[in-house]
């Protein structure tokens, strides 16, 4: 590419700042300014992507550079199976020079890596750098910054409130709408004997030319990826992106709640909003998210404790996560409270255990790159812990694997939440527990090889004899902790001798983990 009259500003895009209303674009000016879009095979190596998870990013990326030409502004659109930039430091640097560009203008990205790579780049070429607020958010992080102030511990509940507070969603008269700011208690229902009952399929969109293109050089290229992309069906353009929302309020959203923390081997989806990719693309805007589900609730369409607990997933959690990732960057990334140490299981990438509900967990997650919060919090996260897992090595495993995974999200959510890595500063307690809380929120232990039921022997569970060491090994710091107190008081009617056999049972488990 020869090089070409200066340009003023380079407007780099990237594959998860599909927004059409991006702060990147204020004040653009097409005869001075170009946009720019990179593939890059980083983005799909760094971690050892998902395919279905590289082909999402790069089919929204490909038609989203189409709204963009569609607007009649100049856009260089570098391609992986053309340019094959190997990062986007790379193609970036190549766009410098062919426009001799006097500055760089891009969204907060949401992963520091890329963040920093970009800023290095930009600085080695002498280009201005301009970096914008993303305001998608709701909370910017200044914002959450200045909520968060210098405590040591943060909670997502007394956040939440705050946002509530300060955006007046299901408020009245400053009081939360029926008198009550949570109704998680209402929503934690298992099926029973009898299983999910007439559950509505999620709407179908089916890949068109450019999905089609990009699926084909995916199985090509990343033919050695963990995945498939037989089953890919993700909104890949803001169409879509509302198609799906229409369809979660009217079909799925009433009956949300009571279920969202149940699981069942034949259910894949349930009623979960599958909106997760839409939002962390940003080919939808929360506020219009939050907006339908509150509107459905005053429509009388659905009830109180299925809004409130699915608003609370965006207005709440999502922004709270974002919060904290830039809050405690880079130190989370390598936090290892319990000092745990273990590789991760090859079948964490195969399935191939004999654990049900992480063979069902597992491999639902490879054919279609989505597991709910529960599959990822109680089962594969669950385990990590209790497997002494190290934090790092299973956290690439959920940003590798997921469809919806980038890392300000990723991040916090899997070694701040699942995983306790950082010691609690914004959750309670470890979430671990026995085989038999699967049992009852599931019919995974039905057929399995393992008993919930049974600590030690042939037979025991794995969740259930880990579980119990963890405690065993945790008892003062869990003793000493009103929300697992009650947990230590049963681990202390054992005899010392069955104590023992649990530990000497969990040492021959974790001695090797992927014979389980």
Same mark, same amino acid.
């Given at each position: 590419?020869?090089?070409?009259?200066?340009?003023?500003?380079?407007?780099?895009?990237?594959?998860?700042?599909?927004?059409?209303?991006?702060?990147?674009?204020?004040?653009?000016?097409?005869?001075?300014?170009?946009?720019?879009?990179?593939?890059?095979?980083?983005?799909?190596?760094?971690?050892?992507?998902?395919?279905? =998870?590289?082909?999402? $990013?790069?089919?929204? *990326? @490909?038609?989203? +550079?189409? &709204?963009?030409?569609?607007?009649?502004? #100049? %856009?260089?659109?570098?391609?992986?199976?053309?340019?094959?930039?190997?990062?986007?430091?790379?193609?970036?640097?190549?766009?410098?020079?062919?426009?001799?560009?006097?500055?760089?203008?891009?969204?907060?990205?949401?992963?520091?890596?890329?963040?920093?790579?970009?800023?290095?780049?930009?600085?080695?070429?002498?280009?201005?750098?301009?970096?914008?607020?993303?305001?998608?958010?709701?909370?910017?992080?200044?914002?959450?910054?200045?909520?968060?102030?210098?405590?040591?511990?943060? =909670?997502?509940?007394? $956040?939440?409130?705050? *946002? @509530?507070?300060? +955006?007046? &969603?299901?408020?009245?008269?400053?009081? #939360? %709408?029926?008198?009550?700011?949570?109704?998680?208690?209402?929503?934690?229902?298992?099926?029973?004997?009898?299983?999910?009952?007439?559950?509505?399929?999620?709407?179908?969109?089916?890949?068109?030319?450019?999905?089609?293109?990009?699926?084909?050089?995916?199985?090509?290229?990343?033919?050695?990826?963990?995945?498939?992309?037989?089953?890919?069906?993700?909104?890949?353009?803001?169409?879509?992106?509302?198609?799906?929302?229409?369809?979660?309020?009217?079909?799925?959203?009433?009956?949300?709640?009571?279920?969202?923390?149940?699981?069942?081997?034949?259910?894949?989806?349930?009623?979960?909003?599958?909106?997760?990719?839409?939002?962390?693309?940003?080919?939808?805007?929360?506020?219009?998210?939050?907006?339908?589900?509150?509107?459905?609730?005053?429509?009388?369409?659905?009830?109180?404790?299925?809004?409130?607990?699915?608003?609370?997933?965006?207005?709440?959690?999502?922004?709270?996560?974002?919060?904290?990732?830039?809050?405690?960057?880079?130190?989370?990334?390598?936090?290892?409270?319990?000092?745990?140490?273990?590789?991760?299981?090859?079948?964490?990438?195969?399935?191939?255990?004999?654990?049900?509900?992480?063979?069902?967990?597992?491999?639902?997650?490879?054919?279609?790159?989505?597991?709910?919060?529960?599959?990822?919090?109680?089962?594969?996260?669950?385990?990590?812990?209790?497997?002494?897992?190290?934090?790092?090595?299973?956290?690439?495993?959920?940003?590798?694997?997921?469809?919806?995974?980038?890392?300000?999200?990723?991040?916090?959510?899997?070694?701040?939440?699942?995983?306790?890595?950082?010691?609690?500063?914004?959750?309670?307690?470890?979430?671990?527990?026995?085989?038999?809380?699967?049992?009852?929120?599931?019919?995974?232990?039905?057929?399995?090889?393992?008993?919930?039921?049974?600590?030690?022997?042939?037979?025991?569970?794995?969740?259930?004899?880990?579980?119990?060491?963890?405690?065993?090994?945790?008892?003062?710091?869990?003793?000493?902790?009103?929300?697992?107190?009650?947990?230590?008081?049963?681990?202390?009617?054992?005899?010392?001798?069955?104590?023992?056999?649990?530990?000497?049972?969990?040492?021959?488990?974790?001695?090797?983990?992927?014979?389980?």
């Amino acid at each position: 590419m020869s090089k070409l009259a200066a340009v003023r500003n380079l407007v780099l895009i990237l594959g998860d700042q599909l927004d059409e209303a991006s702060a990147a674009f204020d004040g653009f000016d097409p005869a001075q300014d170009r946009v720019v879009m990179i593939e890059a095979v980083e983005e799909s190596t760094h971690v050892w992507t998902h395919k279905a =998870r590289i082909a999402l $990013f790069l089919s929204a *990326m @490909r038609h989203f +550079s189409l &709204v963009i030409e569609s607007r009649g502004w #100049p %856009i260089d659109y570098r391609k992986l199976d053309v340019e094959n930039d190997e990062s986007l430091a790379s193609g970036l640097a190549v766009l410098i020079d062919t426009y001799q560009a006097k500055g760089v203008i891009l969204v907060e990205p949401g992963d520091l890596r890329v963040r920093d790579s970009l800023i290095d780049l930009v600085t080695k070429k002498g280009c201005t750098t301009e970096i914008r607020a993303d305001r998608h958010f709701i909370c910017s992080i200044d914002q959450f910054k200045r909520w968060a102030g210098t405590s040591k511990t943060l =909670r997502m509940e007394f $956040f939440y409130r705050d *946002m @509530r507070k300060r +955006s007046g &969603v299901l408020m009245e008269d400053e009081k #939360p %709408i029926g008198g009550q700011w949570n109704y998680d208690a209402e929503n934690r229902k298992s099926f029973g004997k009898s299983g999910p009952q007439d559950v509505p399929m999620p709407p179908m969109f089916a890949p068109d030319a450019i999905t089609r293109d990009v699926i084909a050089m995916v199985e090509s290229r990343f033919s050695d990826h963990p995945g498939a992309t037989a089953h890919f069906n993700w909104p890949v353009t803001r169409d879509d992106a509302l198609i799906a929302l229409r369809n979660f309020i009217e079909h799925r959203l009433a009956e949300f709640g009571p279920h969202q923390d149940a699981m069942w081997t034949t259910l894949h989806f349930g009623w979960h909003s599958l909106l997760s990719t839409s939002l962390n693309l940003k080919l939808l805007n929360p506020r219009e998210v939050i907006a339908a589900a509150e509107a459905a609730f005053k429509a009388r369409r659905v009830d109180l404790a299925s809004a409130e607990g699915f608003i609370r997933q965006i207005l709440g959690w999502r922004e709270f996560m974002r919060g904290v990732y830039f809050l405690d960057m880079p130190a989370m990334k390598a936090a290892n409270h319990f000092g745990h140490k273990n590789a991760l299981p090859k079948w964490y990438w195969n399935g191939q255990t004999q654990m049900n509900c992480l063979k069902h967990c597992v491999n639902q997650t490879l054919d279609y790159g989505y597991a709910h919060h529960i599959q990822r919090l109680m089962i594969t996260g669950m385990f990590g812990v209790t497997a002494q897992i190290e934090p790092q090595q299973l956290c690439d495993w959920y940003l590798s694997v997921y469809v919806d995974a980038i890392e300000w999200v990723e991040l916090p959510n899997t070694a701040g939440m699942a995983l306790f890595a950082n010691g609690g500063r914004f959750t309670s307690k470890p979430y671990v527990a026995s085989g038999a809380y699967v049992k009852r929120m599931s019919n995974y232990c039905d057929g399995c090889r393992y008993r919930p039921d049974q600590k030690t022997g042939a037979n025991a569970c794995p969740l259930t004899t880990l579980y119990w060491n963890f405690l065993d090994t945790h008892e003062a710091s869990f003793a000493s902790n009103p929300r697992t107190a009650l947990m230590v008081k049963n681990l202390q009617r054992m005899t010392d001798e069955e104590r023992a056999v649990i530990r000497d049972e969990a040492k021959r488990m974790l001695s090797d983990l992927d014979a389980l």
